[in-house]
């Protein structure tokens, strides 16, 4: 897959990762925005319930209040007054007291009062006869009323009730008696409806009278100081059961705004600026029609973490598959890098084991075609080079197939340390002399420093020997002029530390990280004079984990290398 492919591929999973959580921030907001708008509803309508309450118990305590102050209103509007009781059948009337008949006409002329003959005189001058006060005994109620206000009917009533008496204690006449009934009957009627006109009129302006208190007092209350008109326990009390009504169990701070725009906490209260300007009011008391407007005003310190709350699980959900999704964008981006990394390196690794290859191929080919020459018979010196030739390309053929092999074999972990006791001394000593000539013939040197009391350790003599091997082949392949190394070792707490310095061309933090990796070769530009596969490091490192130590290296660019092993004199 070329670079081209590979960016096109990261800025399209960029873009389509980058839309998605955009989006679903967008959502998230948009959910957060519809949870507060219904939450503020809820509570606004929690304190317009309120309002109401208080204003319904305000009036009825008016009310109440009135009544409790004049009894003729408890009597007007609890207790009505009950008018004589009277059935009529047929005109046959049944009176719902004692007869009073028993004594018909004992009195000539009934006797009136001065108080009535006044009122009579106030209307059409003073009587002539006793006719001109009795028509007004038998007068409808609807004619009464119009003619007489109700304390004058009040006294009217009072003559007919004389009256009455009057005809009922005419005893002379059977026929008389009769007559005194039938008028008695028939003035009682026409006296018990005049009354219950004459009560209902009183009482209905009782009533009136009534409402007229309540409504001045109700007038009244509006330009009373708002703190005078309630119960601050009471109030809160009742914002918390309307808000529990509502699914709102939340800490909240109250507080009232009056009409000079003045604001007093109902309980504890953290700021009551931010109390005044932030929070939720409802107006207090709605109905009055007089005076300053009131408001009840409500916080929730705790209100983002409620809204969040109540989208913990979809918003919790959203971020782990955004998560999820874009560790796996990551993943697929590195394995994508490294795969392309693999590549390069095993092509780079093909085309050097290529050039390694062909190049003792191609000397052997040349000694073999020298030595059938038939000139080149009779040489025998000459033979013998050409075929000291071939032994050694042959032998590094081999070594480099050896290799590769091992390579695979290190990559399987197909291997097994045959563990003996030997003498790290003795085994560095021999490494050193096999690389001695070379560094030598270069204008180099290899000195040593050991500092151990106990030179046994227990390893694998073959493995280690190899590992000696390949850093003492780095340390003088990667110096430009003559060769320094120093071999050095130090032995602590059962623990032998093996220390390789060069002062070749060093490599920088990248190059550091990278120069374990299979088939990685530190880059030196278009010159490939420095021969191998990149696999000497990696053998290296297997090798030293597999004896349970471990490999550090520190560098420098242009200032060389020190390779530190740290390795158990025991397995």
């Keep these: 897959m070329s670079k081209a492919s590979i960016k096109i591929i990261v800025f399209l999973m960029s873009l389509a990762s980058l839309g998605l959580i955009a989006f679903q921030f967008y959502w998230v907001g948009n959910v957060l925005k519809i949870n507060e708008e219904r939450f503020e509803q809820n509570v606004f309508q929690a304190l317009a319930s309120t309002s109401e309450r208080l204003e319904k118990s305000e009036t009825s305590d008016i009310l109440l209040s009135s009544l409790a102050r004049d009894t003729l209103f408890q009597k007007a509007l609890l207790e009505p007054i009950e008018p004589i009781q009277v059935q009529v059948r047929h005109r046959q009337v049944a009176i719902n007291r004692p007869s009073m008949v028993d004594s018909l006409f004992e009195l000539n002329i009934p006797q009136i009062s001065s108080t009535f003959k006044k009122l009579i005189a106030s209307k059409e001058g003073e009587p002539k006869s006793f006719s001109q006060i009795e028509k007004y005994f038998y007068m409808s109620p609807s004619v009464a009323s119009t003619l007489f206000t109700p304390d004058e009917l009040a006294i009217l009533l009072q003559e007919k009730e004389r009256y009455l008496e009057f005809l009922s204690k005419q005893d002379n006449y059977i026929s008389k008696r009769q007559y005194a009934h039938n008028r008695q009957n028939y003035i009682i009627e026409e006296f018990n409806v005049s009354r219950n006109v004459a009560e209902s009129i009183v009482q209905a302006n009782m009533k009136i009278e009534l409402v007229e208190v309540v409504i001045h007092q109700l007038l009244s209350q509006g330009n009373q100081n708002i703190l005078n008109r309630i119960d601050t326990a009471r109030v809160r009390r009742e914002v918390r059961d ?57 916080h929730f310190p705790d209100k983002e973490n409620y809204l969040m709350q109540q989208v913990f699980l979809p918003l919790s959900s959203s971020l782990l598959f955004m998560a999820i999704i874009i560790i796996c964008f990551i993943y697929a981006i590195r394995v994508i890098i490294r795969q392309k990394k693999i590549s390069e390196v095993k092509n780079d690794f093909i085309n050097n084991m290529t050039h390694e290859f062909k190049t003792p191929i191609s000397t052997v080919s040349l000694a073999i075609e020298a030595l059938q020459d038939p000139d080149l018979f009779d040489q025998t010196s000459i033979r013998h080079r050409y075929l000291g030739i071939i032994k050694d390309e042959n032998s590094r053929l081999g070594k480099q197939v050896e290799q590769v092999l091992q390579a695979a074999t290190l990559d399987k972990k197909d291997f097994k340390l045959e563990i003996e006791t030997i003498n790290l001394i003795d085994a560095v000593e021999e490494a050193k002399r096999h690389f001695e000539l070379l560094v ?128 158990p004199s025991k397995q």
């Design 440 to 567: 030598e013939k270069r204008g180099g040197l290899i000195s040593t420093d050991y500092q151990v009391k106990n030179e046994e350790i227990a390893a694998d003599p073959f493995h280690l020997n190899n590992i000696i091997n390949n850093l003492l082949d780095n340390a003088n392949k990667y110096s430009k002029d003559a060769p320094r190394i120093i071999i050095s070792i130090r032995e602590s707490r059962g623990q032998f530390t093996l220390t390789i310095q060069d002062a070749g061309i060093g490599m920088n933090k990248e190059v550091q990280k990278k120069i374990f990796d299979k088939f990685y070769r530190v880059p030196t530009g278009n010159i490939h004079d420095v021969k191998g596969f990149g696999l000497g490091l990696s053998y290296v490192k297997t090798m030293v984990e597999a004896h349970h130590g471990n490999i550090m290296v520190e560098s420098e660019p242009g200032q060389g290398s020190i390779f530190t092993i740290n390795l």
């Design 242 to 298: 309307q808000l529990v009504n509502r699914n709102i169990d939340q800490p909240f701070e109250l507080g009232i705004i009056n009409g000079q725009d003045n604001i007093f906490g109902i309980g504890e209260v953290t700021d009551l600026d931010f109390l005044k300007t932030k929070g939720i009011r409802a107006e207090l008391f709605p109905s009055d029609l007089l005076g300053l407007e009131n408001f009840l005003v409500i």
